[in-house]
């Protein structure tokens, strides 16, 4: 176990810790900067004390079991149940049938999947990572996370869904792959895009990419909302408006500024400055997880915090690039900071396992640990 430092305290980072707790208390005081005894600020602080005690719970539990097919078979057995099991007991909401409803509280399993799914793609690469080079091992790797994005696209959730492409794509990236099954997986991609567009896509759907094509085309339509959303991140300009004052979100010409668009008024509120302290905090918590990724016990261990560090970035990229113009709106959370228990629940517990693999990684030399890491 790690002895008392300024990055650890016993076995737990306090510097992935802390930036992760202060990203989400950012999100707290803009959520609650407009409405006095916001719903959405309370219901998020029970799910924040919920998410540290499973951070926390997790952190002292051996992970050693998830090396199993058997038990990552399992997971992902009742991930799909449950996915199934929302288009049956799930409640509509705004069009899509995608989470639970327990007494005020909604449970999302997609939000879940995407754990699982990063469980299992680190267990199968581990397994076949001597024999990577055969490219049926990228296709068997991509039906198991297609049977996810299939459920999840149907609720529809496409945000979620992509992201679960993403994790797979990420994945099979650093896993090993080479230059020629890059391109194979690259073209697979785009074929799978172009019949997604053909065949799967809805008009709505099809108008927010479009929207992207050209964001100023429909302002009051398709477009109004990212219209809305570079108005309010513009306003803010270098200093912001300060908490509560941003008139975007208090005057409610931005929608949705809790989740799909917190990002936006954050910006107006805090301005460049808040901006920049907010990217640190991410970048903090990167770097953090890919220093735990070096010295992961097996290759099981340094592919999930991989897995993870796809997930946070993809999910950043996202939520930031729609915020701001650059990418279609699609519902994607930014980590941590958005309204919303179960990806807040499933953040912490990623974080969780990773302080609990951490616990049995490997004490290497630092430029060991990196060629090993780099593959060189």
């Keep these: ?57 997790f952190s002292f539990i051996d992970f050693r079991f998830l090396r ?82 299939a459920l999840i696209l149907l609720q529809p959730d496409f945000g979620s869904a992509i992201m679960i492409f993403f994790v797979w794509f990420g994945m099979v990236l650093v896993s090993g792959i080479s230059k020629k099954h890059l391109v194979v997986v690259l073209l697979t991609g785009l074929i799978s895009v172009a019949g997604m567009w053909a065949f799967v896509f809805a008009d709505y759907q099809k108008d927010r990419i479009l929207t992207f094509i050209h964001p100023l085309a429909d302002i009051r339509g398709t477009g109004y909302n990212a219209y809305q959303s570079t108005i309010a991140v513009g306003s803010g300009e270098l200093f912001g408006k300060g908490i509560g004052y941003g008139t975007q979100s208090k005057l409610q010409f931005l929608p949705e500024y809790e989740t799909d668009f917190i990002f936006a008024s954050f910006s107006e509120e805090w301005g460049f400055i808040g901006v920049v302290l907010l990217f640190i905090l991410f970048a903090v918590l990167i770097w953090r997880i890919l220093e735990h990724a070096k010295l992961g016990a097996t290759n099981f261990e340094t592919l999930f915090s991989l897995g993870v560090v796809i997930l946070f970035i993809s999910h ?61």
Excluded at 3 to 12: F, N, W
Excluded at 86 to 107: C, E, H, I, L, Y
Excluded at 137 to 148: A, E, R, T
Excluded at 319 to 346: A, D, K, R
């Design 68 to 149: 199993r097919t058997s038990v990552v078979t399992l997971l992902f057995g009742i991930t799909v149940i449950l996915l199934l099991a929302v288009f049956v007991f799930g409640d509509v909401v705004k069009g899509a049938q995608s989470r639970f409803n327990f007494g005020g509280f909604a449970v999302q399993p997609a939000e879940y999947a995407k754990l699982v799914i990063i469980a299992l793609l680190a267990k199968y690469f581990t397994r076949r990572h001597i024999e990577i080079a055969h490219v049926r091992h990228i296709l068997v790797s991509g039906v198991y996370s297609f049977i996810l994005f």
């Design 1 to 57: 176990m790690r002895t008392l430092s300024l990055k650890y305290i016993g076995h737990i980072d306090t510097l992935l810790f802390i930036s992760a707790l202060l990203i989400t208390v950012a999100g707290l005081v803009t959520m609650n900067a407009y409405v006095e005894n916001s719903v959405f600020f309370g219901k998020q602080i029970i799910w924040l004390g919920v998410s540290l005690v499973v951070f926390f719970a």
């Design 316 to 376: 950043f990229t996202v939520h930031v690039g729609m915020n701001i113009g650059l990418m279609p709106v699609t519902g994607v959370t930014l980590p941590f900071m958005s309204y919303g228990g179960s990806h807040l629940l499933t953040e912490y517990a990623a974080l969780g396992i990773i302080m609990g693999m951490s616990r049995y990684s490997r004490t290497v030399h630092r430029d060991d640990a990196q060629r090993e890491f780099l593959g060189v």
